[in-house]
């Protein structure tokens, strides 16, 4: 009896530890660190704002990585050794986002609702480019969802089509452990 009570105390001061390093001890890194910081990486090259015409702004920024991040989630969904990654990876966006709307100045009374938002955004996207990926036409769900129903110009559609269905093909002909590794250019 005594041994159980000693095991059961070992666990529980490692719960108890766990908590205190979560709560007062530095950061831990996400195993998803590196595939998430490509994807921001990606999702803030210069061509998408020039040659794309994705609006500079906050939320052309946003959808613009949304539209990589969801790309990056469609192929792993395709490997179930991912799913814990792909959960991994959508809560570091819900913290970015978390994080950028309290750098902008937005309130714990307002963070809730515009990260429910946010996710709502990007469910909305997985489901439009889901089916636009499987017809090769990015077209009509990037003036929606890109593009906010702004007609940025043929030629702008034409390059943000061109240069996401590269990335799905990239992506398709990669190991899903080099993803989430962060290789995804």
């Known amino acids: 009896m005594p041994e159980i009570a000693a095991r059961q105390g070992g666990a ?6 766990g908590l205190i390093d979560k709560l007062f001890g530095a ?5 998803t660190a590196p595939l998430y910081a490509a994807i921001i990486a990606n999702g803030r090259q210069p061509h998408w704002f020039l040659d794309g015409a994705v609006p500079d702004t906050i939320d052309g920024r946003f959808d613009m ?3 990589i991040l969801a790309l990056v989630l469609l192929r792993l969904e395709d490997d179930p050794s991912s799913a814990g990654p792909v959960a991994q990876l959508t809560e570091q966006f819900i913290d970015d986002m978390d ?3 309290r750098e902008s ?3 714990d009374v307002g963070i809730g609702k515009n990260v429910g938002q946010m996710m709502s955004m990007l469910g909305g996207r997985l489901g439009a480019y889901r089916e636009a990926l499987a017809s090769d036409d ?3 769900a990037l003036r929606r969802n890109l593009y906010r129903g ?5 030629d702008a559609v034409a390059h943000v089509s061109a240069q996401l269905l590269a990335l799905r093909d990239r992506l ?5 452990a080099a993803i989430l590794a962060g290789q995804i250019g």
């Open 105 to 107: 100045g937005i309130g």
């Open 65 to 67: 990585i949304a539209a």
């Open 150 to 154: 702004n007609d940025p110009g043929a």
């Open 12 to 17: 529980l001061i490692g719960v108890v530890m």
């Open 138 to 140: 990015l077209a009509p």
């Open 27 to 31: 950061p831990r890194p996400s195993p």
């Open 172 to 176: 398709a002909g990669q190991e899903s």
């Open 99 to 101: 994080g950028q709307l």
